[in-house]
């Protein structure tokens, strides 16, 4: 099983790895911080390089196991590196960074709008430039929206702290608000849980939530957010578009 360095190590950027498998353009190492599609967030991009050939990393999927999808750099090269090499991995961190920003940002939002509006997310999706956020609310009019961006601004203002640590998922689920934390959207093969906790004012978090995604270790490095618009989803179900600078 491929260890996930992109759980734990959020901010590094290169890193070395064997390759374990290979499948057509595929390859499986032992070790990775690209992070697979999933939650909302996509998939990291970047290189592969090994004995000065490289491989242009397109696409990353988890399944069994986290698949890495290659593209060759030069006509001359095979498919992907062969099993047991050793590879040098480095992220295009443009992209990740940006993902990490807009999935802090989701997470306040999230909160904010459960916390003054009683609305819960039922989805949301991010790219590297805008995102949004799917929750249960008949309508927003531009007053709620105003208001929305101007309080998502002041949290990130606040310079919250953000962490991440697991927790046994039964252990979870007696102890922590389900409501925030979201636990029953997971399948239940899940047996440990991820979570994802944003700094508060009273010594309690703003924002707990089980999660899988990459985020910034302080909301301050989000930035200005501009909420952008929203469109109805269906019977009592908004979504809220919003951006960063």
Not at 156 to 182: C, F, I, N, P
């Amino acid at each position: 099983m491929t260890e996930t360095l992109y759980l734990t190590e959020t901010d590094r950027r290169e890193f070395e790895a064997t390759v374990e498998r290979t499948l057509d353009d595929r390859v499986v190492l032992d070790r990775t911080c690209f992070y697979p599609t999933g939650g909302g967030q996509p998939n990291d991009t970047g290189v592969l390089r090994a004995d000065g050939d490289e491989w242009r990393v397109t696409d990353v999927q988890k399944k069994d196991t986290v698949y890495h999808v290659l593209e060759p750099a030069g006509d001359d090269l095979p498919s992907t590196p062969v099993e047991g090499t050793t590879v040098e991995g480095v992220l295009d961190w443009e992209r990740r960074f940006a993902h990490m920003r807009y999935h802090t940002a989701q997470h306040l939002l999230s909160a904010l709008l459960l916390e003054e509006y009683d609305a819960r997310t039922t989805g949301n999706q991010l790219y590297d430039d805008h995102a949004h956020l799917d929750c249960e609310y008949e309508r927003f009019d531009d007053d709620d929206l105003e208001r929305i961006e101007r309080r998502l601004n002041e949290l990130v203002d606040d310079a919250r702290s953000v962490r991440w640590y697991t927790m046994d998922r039964e252990e979870a689920e007696e102890t922590l608000d389900t409501d925030r934390t979201r636990i029953h959207l997971l399948p239940d093969s899940i047996t440990e849980i991820r979570i994802v906790e944003i700094g508060g004012d009273d010594g309690e978090p703003y924002d707990r939530t089980a999660c899988a995604g990459t985020h910034v270790a302080n909301t301050e490095a989000i930035g200005t957010v501009h909420v952008t618009g929203r469109e109805t989803k269906g019977t009592d179900e908004e979504r809220v578009h919003f951006e960063l600078e």
